[in-house]
């Protein structure tokens, strides 16, 4: 059962200019994901790849993956969120939601997005839970509250911690998107009343793929499960689970005003000619130095593109994607500067400087001493033969009128 | 062995002026005059290189306030073009600079080892500055009240024994204007009163902090008491909240400090101190220093000789009165001819 | 200074010779570089820098080149103060040497001052420092290049025929000589005093207290040196007699001075603690002992009574003697010096070089015009007589 109506019949509408008849469509890459015509979807496949930091030559794999006749069937599950992950995800438009879901992945159970409610609902995930088991993938959004409070997040008589552990036994695969369920998010900062916590708390014997955010941003989300579906490996991570592609760097390392930030031009409060002037902003709280993401590169939710994100819109990046600064640090306080070495361009204490010998001067300088030394020498033993001719009276102590 | 090396040096020298000058010159007093006392009012900078960043907004403030050119070193010109200010020392086009110690990996701030740090070099203001002390025209000045070491261009006749004099390297000279002068920082006493430095005014962790050097010191020793990891509150501006206005400070972990303050008692103290937490010679600040300036050395030597020049003007007599005894009564004005040997006779011989 | 006229002869004789002819076109090629100095500041043709602000031209045109001119202050102490009468057919030359080597040491000082224009607050007495070394040092040189012209006026006046000016300038003489005396002693000690505020800057091989002294007596050497070295330079050059006996004194002298300088040095390093330092392999090591051994070797030459007046062995040692003083002050103020604040790095440049050999080549051009134009060498026949 598809979650939302299939719109495959629309993959026939092509584009006048583009003529399949005399250019051909070999591999049944034209009118995939929701109708793109064949070059547009090498082009966003190429993309994809890219942004894995794979190379454009993978695109045809992922390509061949995203148009695979079986799509792997996906469980969400939602604790204790927003939705803001999920309104994210519908705005994705590399590929878009319809597409992702209906062309991708077959995403079987979304409490959000499902067509059907109630039993219907609850009794279609047991069936693909048990039918799937080892094969489906399992994304959580939302943090899971534990301890006395872990009633306060319940769906269909399961405590959500039942849910996901359920589920999570069964999974090929497990993705926590957004920062609630990658380390806690908004739920876990004090006074945290539901003692929340990440899914990487609750399930312990599998790995689990973080992809935090506030939202989550949708591109990395769709980049990695991508990812997994043409490699069948999730691409590498780091010690905290996040895919390196995009958790790799700090954001003050991409960030847009980094140059204000190496020439020393802050904004020091909002509204000021700094601030007018696109400063940077780490004085007025800028989490980038201490933040791993990759928004100053591909924009915040995927959407308005490229500079739509805090910093691009003039407020300081506040850390959503940071455990234990996003939400846990007050907005406007200074940031530790995480940068693991200083730029390579600030001078060393003991910079080198100065002319040294060069081959001329040294040539100046041999030259004049040389002609001294061999003058000297010339002289003296100039000297000691007229002395010798002299005859032996030098003792006698008269001035000789000769030489 | 200092006793014992003074002693000698006292005598040598006394020797050398008993020979060189005659004995005219008078013994030889002590030949270290007293290092001066801290300014009533002198005020100067604490700078705390585990609160720097390294963001160099004060390096950019300071080429502003003092309308400095940027610098592009000639190692840096292949990929900078004119965009980026990368000067690699202090210069006179740059009179405050950010510099970094490197070790190893880098892994860690503040950390000798596999770590790094920043340091910021400016003038220290010496409470005994040798460029004061070696300037012939009087163009380097202190002043008595606040302490703050000048510059007076029309003064100065550009001989840069000051440039090569400073202990800390900060005098610059530039070498490429035909009419180069001096540079050197000047704690920014050419702003309007009221105004902080501007390296204090933009410097956003209150690594740099401005105010009365006592009190500077009282909190640089208050950060060193505190236990590593402990939340310190950290003054932004002027420590005393007047000069520049009330600021916002801000929390901080204490840091692994070295137990001292540098410029506390470096060559008879600085007015400008700093802490660190990687020892002050990986920052290229010199330790292996006396606790007095070298201008006690160096002007004790010339005040025993010169004072009032009272010595030169009896040896001047002397001479003048032994040429004059030995040139009386030849009737050519040419002297006669004591005996042979010129290390047999005394210096009084004639007719 | 001394005035007899009838003792001293112009030496006459073609003025336009090769030696001439080369020292000329060496001080063009300066005056060319010297022109590009003044229209594109120091650092146009020069490699000094923020590190090493002092350079050959302070170093060598002025600490070094006012050494050699020591020759007409230790003439007039050796003459005059210890009355020593008989050295006189020596002086006049000597203080020709002393005549040159400071007042172009006096030029070398404006080309090299980063401010010359400005070079007149040094006598406004409201802002002169009297605790500045460097002032010491500036008006002594000043007052002595005064000193040394009107010193040496009488030859001048004596080839012009004022009799008269000239016996003012005799009566005179004495309060000349005296300063003469005066002054050298002051500033040639405090070229040594100016290091002494660099404190840690200088490696302790060079450092220390004893600075004064050590280029005071070093420049009592150097002067003592070129009197020996020029005197048999101009017997051979121009063919005349070597006063022989004369230079063998002096000669003696300049063995016990050179004694003297070495023992000051190496009891000053061995109390300060600082001779392991000269056998760590550095750079500052080996000039260390180029230093000493220039100095040692002159000293062996020196010892034997027999051979000292033999002119190879009195040039032999005056121009090892002089090499030494010249290492002697390039390590103190070059090679033992470390600059603060960095790694710094200095070498002079070609045209840096250019100047120093073209005022060089003054000193030589103007010393045969004023020797073959002025009576300034002993008439030989008046020696022996």
């Not at chain 2, 010339?302 to 004072?307: D, F, G, N, R, V």
């Not at chain 3, 070398?108 to 500045?132: C, K, T």
């Not at chain 3, 100016?194 to 050590?214: K, R």
């Not at chain 3, 750079?283 to 009574?305: I, K, R």
Request: aromatic fraction near 8%.
């Amino acid at each position: 059962m598809g979650v939302i109506m299939r719109d495959g019949q629309d993959s026939g509408t092509v584009p006048d200019h583009y003529d399949t008849r005399t250019v051909g469509d070999p591999d049944g890459y034209d009118g995939a994901l929701g109708g793109l015509k064949r070059r547009d979807f090498l082009k966003f496949c190429t993309g994809v790849a890219v942004t894995l930091g794979l190379g454009p030559g993978f695109g045809i794999r992922i390509a061949d993956a995203a148009t695979k006749a079986e799509r792997p069937p996906v469980i969400w599950l939602s604790g204790q969120a927003c939705t803001g992950c999920t309104e994210s995800l519908l705005r994705t438009q590399h590929p878009t939601l319809e597409s992702l879901i209906l062309d991708h992945i077959s995403l079987e159970y979304h409490e959000t997005l499902n067509a059907g409610a109630g039993h219907r609902a609850e009794q279609h995930k047991e069936h693909i839970l048990d039918k799937y088991r080892g094969q489906y993938l399992l994304i959580v959004d939302g943090s899971i509250p534990t301890g006395e409070a872990e009633a306060y997040c319940m769906v269909a008589g399961r405590t959500q911690r039942q849910s996901v552990e359920e589920a999570a036994s069964g999974a090929a695969a497990i993705i926590a998107t957004g920062s609630c369920a990658s380390w806690g998010g908004i739920p876990s900062a004090a006074p945290d009343p539901t003692n929340a916590r990440p899914v990487n708390a609750v399930v312990k014997d599998k790995p689990v793929i973080t992809t935090p955010g506030c939202p989550a941003n949708p591109y990395n989300l769709v980049s990695t499960v991508l990812h997994f579906l043409t490699f069948r490996e999730f691409p590498e991570v780091d010690d905290k689970g996040r895919p390196v592609f995009a958790y790799g760097r700090l954001i003050h390392e991409n960030c847009e005003r980094r140059a204000h930030y190496d020439a020393g031009r802050f904004a020091l409060e909002f509204g000021d000619e700094g601030h007018r002037k696109g400063y940077c902003l780490y004085k007025l709280g800028c989490k980038g130095p201490m933040t791993y993401a990759n928004c100053p590169v591909i924009g915040f939710g995927d959407v308005a593109g490229e500079g739509a994100w805090p910093v691009g819109t003039g407020h300081p990046c506040f850390g959503c994607t940071e455990e234990g600064v996003g939400f846990f640090r007050p907005l406007h306080s200074l940031s530790d500067v995480e940068n693991v070495e200083p730029p390579s361009a600030y001078p060393r204490v003991q910079a080198e400087e100065g002319e040294g010998v060069t081959p001329g001067a040294a040539a100046v300088v041999a030259g004049v001493g040389g002609a001294a030394l061999g003058a000297g020498a010339v002289m003296t033993s100039r000297l000691a033969r007229s002395g010798k001719g002299d005859g032996g009276d030098d003792s006698a102590g008269d001035d000789n009128a000769r030489e | 062995m200092t006793v014992n090396r003074r002693d000698f040096l006292k005598g040598a020298v006394a020797g050398a002026g008993a020979a060189g000058v005659t004995a005219a010159a008078g013994p030889a007093s002590a030949l270290q005059r007293p290092t001066p006392e801290l300014p009533p009012e002198a005020v100067g900078l604490l700078y705390d290189s585990t609160l720097c960043i390294g963001c160099k907004a004060c390096v950019a403030a300071c080429k502003d306030a003092n309308g400095m050119a940027p610098e592009i070193h000639r190692d840096q010109r292949p990929w900078n073009q004119g965009t980026w200010d990368t000067p690699q020392h202090l210069s006179a086009d740059t009179l405050n600079i950010i510099k970094v110690y490197r070790h190893g990996t880098m892994e860690q701030k503040d950390r000798a080892e596999n770590g790094y740090a920043f340091i910021k070099r400016q003038c220290q203001h010496c409470i005994d500055p040798s460029c004061v002390s070696v300037c012939p025209v009087s163009a380097n000045t202190k002043d008595p009240k606040n302490g703050i070491v000048g510059h007076d261009p029309d003064r100065c006749i550009g001989c840069r024994y000051c440039v090569l004099s400073c202990p800390f390297g900060v005098p610059k000279y530039a070498f490429n204007d035909p009419f180069g002068r001096i540079q050197k920082c000047e704690l920014c006493n050419h702003l309007p009163a009221g105004q902080l430095p501007a390296c204090v005014d933009v410097c956003p962790t209150g690594a740099t902090l401005f105010g009365p050097t006592r009190k500077l010191k009282r909190e640089a020793e208050r950060r060193l008491a505190a236990a590593p990891g402990e939340r310190l509150h950290v003054p932004r501006g002027d420590i005393e909240g007047r000069v520049g206005g009330e600021r916002l400070g801000h929390d901080a972990e204490a840091a692994r400090y070295q137990d001292h303050v540098y410029g506390e008692s470096e060559l008879g103290g600085t007015q400008c101190l700093m802490l660190s937490g990687v020892p002050f010679d990986k920052l290229g600040l010199p330790t292996d220093v006396p606790d007095y300036g070298y201008p006690a050395e160096a002007e004790g030597i010339q005040h025993t000789l010169y004072e009032g020049l009272v010595a030169p003007a009896v040896v001047l007599a002397g001479l003048a009165a032994v040429t004059w005894r030995n040139a009386r009564g030849k009737a050519d004005g040419r002297p006669g001819d004591a005996d042979d040997g010129p290390d047999s006779g005394d210096t009084g011989g004639g007719p | 200074m001394s005035g007899g006229s009838g003792h001293f002869a112009p030496l006459g004789g073609r003025l336009f010779t090769r030696t001439f002819a080369i020292a000329s076109v060496l001080f063009l090629v300066a005056a060319v570089v010297l022109a590009q100095r003044f229209a594109g500041g120091l650092g146009a043709v020069a490699n000094i820098n923020d590190g090493y602000p002092w350079g050959m031209w302070v170093v060598v045109d002025v600490v070094i080149g006012t050494a050699f001119g020591c020759a007409g202050y230790v003439m007039a102490l050796l003459v005059y103060i210890l009355n020593r009468g008989h050295y006189d057919p020596l002086v006049r030359p000597a203080l020709l040497a002393g005549l040159f080597g400071y007042t172009l040491a006096g030029v070398a000082v404006i080309i090299d001052l980063g401010r010359w224009w400005q070079f007149y607050n040094l006598l406004n007495p409201e802002l002169m420092h009297g605790d500045s070394v460097m002032l010491e040092v500036g008006l002594c040189v000043l007052a002595y290049t005064v000193i040394l012209w009107l010193e040496f006026a009488p030859a001048i006046l004596e080839r012009l025929g004022l009799r008269r000016a000239e016996r003012i300038f005799d009566r005179g003489m004495f309060l000349l000589v005296a300063l003469g005396v005066l002054l050298p002693t002051m500033h040639q000690s405090s070229l040594g005093t100016l290091l002494v505020v660099l404190g840690h800057q200088i490696s302790p091989l060079w450092q220390s207290q004893l600075l004064p002294v050590l280029f005071l007596v070093s420049a009592i050497l150097m002067g003592f040196a070129t009197v020996v070295g020029e005197a048999v330079l101009a017997s051979t050059g121009f063919r005349r007699p070597l006063e022989r006996d004369l230079l063998g004194r002096v000669s003696r002298v300049m063995a016990y001075v050179a004694l003297v300088w070495l023992v000051l040095r190496v009891v000053d390093l061995s109390v300060r603690g600082a001779f392991p330092l000269a056998f760590d392999g550095t750079v500052q090591a080996g000039m260390f002992w180029v230093e000493m051994t220039l100095h040692v070797v002159p000293l062996l030459l020196l010892a034997s009574p027999a051979k000292r007046n033999q002119p190879p062995v009195l040039f032999a040692s005056a121009a090892l003697l002089l090499a030494g003083g010249i290492v002697y002050r390039i390590n103190a103020y070059l090679v033992g010096y470390d600059p603060a604040g960095g790694t710094w790095a200095y070498f002079p440049s070609v045209p840096e070089l250019l100047v120093t050999l073209g005022i060089f080549g003054l000193e030589v051009a103007l010393y045969l015009l004023f020797v073959k134009k002025l009576p300034v060498l002993h008439r030989p026949e008046a020696h022996q007589a």
